[in-house]
Structure formats: structure tokens, C-alpha cells
Nanobody
Framework: QVRLVESGGGLVQAGDSLRLSCAVS????????MAWFRQAPGKEREFVVA????????YSSDSVKDRFTISRDDAKNTVYLQMDSLKPGDTAVYYC???????????????????WGQGTQVTVSS
């Protein structure tokens, strides 16, 4: 059974940085496209950033481009989301996801993705 566990969320001020972690068990992350999504209150879950299974290619949404970076440590079977220059609009629950279909992931088709974590809250105050 594949399990994803996010950590690292919290309350920060605008302009601060935060790093989220997603520890994966049950299968190697090298088998998956790994991604981060987020969901703000009353809004649809939205795609944030993804990494292909090799970790070489990444794709980000326009709203976080140049501020958020995804990385992966295959030895630790963990994926990270480095978030810089945070804004109040980044406030959301952040979810880690794993799937084997790159185009499905970057299209933001969250309802069909294979594996999800439970989410971690990020709150950015102004």
C-alpha cells in the first residue's frame, strides 16, 4: 500500500519561506510523477507543481512560477516543496500526490490521481 505523509506546514508572514515534505512509503517515488496541489477554503483543488519520475523535468503553475520549487530525494523516498516569497493568496491546505501519468497530473485532473496525502495547512498572514 502506497502512503504519502506531508509535513512542514504552518503560519508564516508574507515574504517568508517554508519547506514542505512528503514522505512516501510502500513504493519508490522513482515510479511516479510527484506533484503538489493546494486547496483554499471554498475553492477547487488546484495544481501547483510537478516533477517527472526522473526528477529532471518540472512544471509549475503560473501563480507560483519562480517562487515555488519541487525537488525529490529518491534515497529518502521524499519529495519537497520549497516555497519562497509567500503571499496571503498562497494560504491553503497543500497536498502531495503521486501518479504515473504526467499529462494528467499537469492538467490538474486531481480527481483521477492514484495516491494522495492527508494535506498540511499553510497560512500566510499579511
Amino acid at each position: 500500500q502506497v502512503r504519502l505523509v506531508e509535513s512542514g506546514g504552518g503560519l508564516v508572514q508574507a515574504g517568508d519561506s517554508l519547506r514542505l515534505s512528503c514522505a512516501v512509503s510502500g513504493r519508490s517515488i522513482s515510479s511516479y510523477i510527484m506533484a503538489w496541489f493546494r486547496q483554499a477554503p471554498g475553492k477547487e483543488r488546484e495544481f501547483v507543481v510537478a516533477s517527472d519520475s526522473s526528477g529532471i523535468s518540472t512544471y509549475s503553475s503560473d501563480s507560483v512560477k519562480d517562487r515555488f520549487t519541487i525537488s525529490r530525494d529518491d534515497a529518502k523516498n521524499t519529495v519537497y516543496l520549497q516555497m519562497d516569497s509567500l503571499k496571503p493568496g498562497d494560504t491553503a491546505v497543500y497536498y502531495c500526490a503521486a501518479d504515473r501519468r504526467y499529462m494528467t497530473v499537469i492538467a490538474g485532473d486531481h480527481r483521477s490521481l492514484e495516491h494522495w496525502g492527508q494535506g498540511t495547512q499553510v497560512t500566510v498572514s499579511s
